[in-house]
């Protein structure tokens, strides 16, 4: 059974960081592409980018120049950086596989705020 579980968020100032995994379990993580989303309070989900199981990554173009995905397949995690944090980027953040159908986790709050 795959389960996905993040960790990582909390409260941070704007202009602050934070640094979100996900780990997995259930799934041979070395060979899965993995995305991380969220979901802004009374908004529809956003794909934030993916992480090829070679640890190539792709981006939405409205967070590529501060957000960064990376992956270790020695820990079955995913990680999502988030840099230059501004009260936009208060949501519920979710991993997911690619796999069919696709899994995701329970998600974690990010709340910036001053």
């Not at 934030?48 to 409205?62: F, K, N, Q």
């Not at 270790?72 to 944090?85: P, R």
């Not at 953040?93 to 329970?106: E, H, L, M, V």
Request: aromatic share 8%.
């Amino acid at each position: 059974q795959v389960h996905l579980v993040e960790s990582g968020g909390g409260l941070v100032q704007p202009g602050g960081s934070l640094r979100l995994s996900c780990v997995a379990s259930g799934i041979i993580f070395s060979t899965i592409t993995m995305g991380w989303y969220r979901q802004p309070p009374g908004k529809e989900r956003e794909l934030l980018g993916v992480v090829i199981p070679s640890g190539t990554t792709h981006y939405a173009d409205s967070v590529k120049e501060r957000f960064t995905i990376s992956r270790d397949n020695s820990k079955n995690t995913v990680y999502l950086e988030l840099n230059n944090l501004t009260p936009e980027d208060t949501a519920v953040y979710y991993c997911i596989t690619s796999t069919d159908p696709p899994r995701w986790g329970q998600g974690t709050q990010v709340t910036v705020s001053s």
